[in-house]
């Protein structure tokens, strides 16, 4: 049963919140300072627990390959970059240097998942979403396992709907820099160029407040990775930080067979909420059926779970030739994208890059975007995409008629895109990581 929090132990929170914020970036301040007495918690630490891991040698004087904890949500968990993680950590298990991922998970609610085909790969279900005190129970079985290399795929809601959750997950980072271990995070946003108000979250000082220090707790990380060009800019030049590296997204790099149906189908692929653009994409629709007949809407995806109930209203009251999928599991990646004669994203923002923007590339369809800087920079790197400005539900229909019926321009479209994707295979992607890990611990 739900029990209100009083409204002045809300306020004590709150500010004991806001309190935290600071004293954390006071301390990170103070960093450069403190480093003697980290290299003396870290003699202590390996007094007690034994020598660390982090070596590439074991007994007898023979090597060994590399241990990795890897942090992320993870399926069948939907959303918060589980399937992103799914398919990093399945390439990673394949490179010759790595030796074990154990990867620290969210928790699950009823079946209890595919386990992994690659034995290389432990899941360890460690944390709840929205439960502060169980994401700090990562440093507990971090600790416990002793890897080589920490890595992270995070964002700044990766660890639920509660600011108190994702600041004390985040948080992580810096714990383990504090006891001396090497971090990599592959940072998917920035929480600092996302406009709050379009993904539901006031523009608060406690807000932004928070978003600053839990920047500064990510890049005390060893190491920093963007899939956005302009991001490595944009840290380097607000926080004079030299450690971030870009590395592209990663793709299938798969060509999909079309499959014809009758009518024409327009793919909204995704994890539903407000940021998404779903109201001008209905509209935008509206406007084609009263030029063409022959065309469908397909939405394939769910509610974002930040964002519960949100599609309820939509499929309520859908327009004639509008579909909604629901969940699309990976095995039915292949026919859902199949079906499709154009791929849409039309996003009011964009948090970080599109991962379904990527998908569609892999499969060698042609893309209908928001004229988002993350989508322009994926176009000028080599990918096709008629870009129109967000929201803007004319230009949307404009730009969807015109892949619909230009048939040459399309079939050039997909060309491209596919030949994007191969550039930024899994396989291209999780090399660069490895790299990355060796870099590190060679150093």
Known sequence: MYVPVPSRLRSILRGSCIHLYWLTQALLARSALLQPHFRKINVWRKAIEGEFAATSLVAGGRKRGLRICFISSYPPNHARLSEYAKDLVTELANRPAIEKLNLLADQITGSKGKLPENSKIKIVRVWKQDYPLSILGVMVQVLKLKPDLVHFSIGFQSFGKSRIANFTGLSLVFLCRLCSLKVVVLLHNLGEVVDLEKVKLKPSFANKAGVLVATRLILSASRVVVMVKSYVEYLRKHYNNKGVLFIPHGSLGNDCVSIDPEDKVVLLFGHMGPSKGLPAMLSAFRKITKERGDVQLVIAGDNHPNF????????????????????????????????????????????????????????????????????????????????????????????????????????????????????????????????????????
Request: glycine content about 6%; charged content about 25%.
């Open 308 to 443: 519960p109930g949100y599609l309820d209203e939509f499929i309520k009251n859908a327009p004639p030739k509008v579909v909604f999928t629901g969940y699309v599991p990976e095995e039915d990646l292949y026919r859902v994208f199949g079906m499709a004669d154009v791929v849409v994203t039309p996003y009011l923002i964009a948090l970080g890059t599109s991962g379904v923007f990527h998908l569609a590339c892999g499969f060698g369809k042609p893309v209908v975007s928001s004229d988002l800087p993350e989508m322009r920079e994926m176009v000028a790197d080599g990918a096709s995409a008629l870009l129109v400005p967000p929201g803007d539900a004319e230009a949307l229909k404009d730009a969807i008629l015109k892949v619909l019926t230009d048939k040459e321009a399309a079939a050039e479209m997909c060309k491209q895109n596919l030949k994007f994707a191969q550039k930024e295979r899994w396989s291209i992607v999780a090399q660069a990581y490895e790299e990355v890990y060796l870099e590190l611990l060679n150093t």
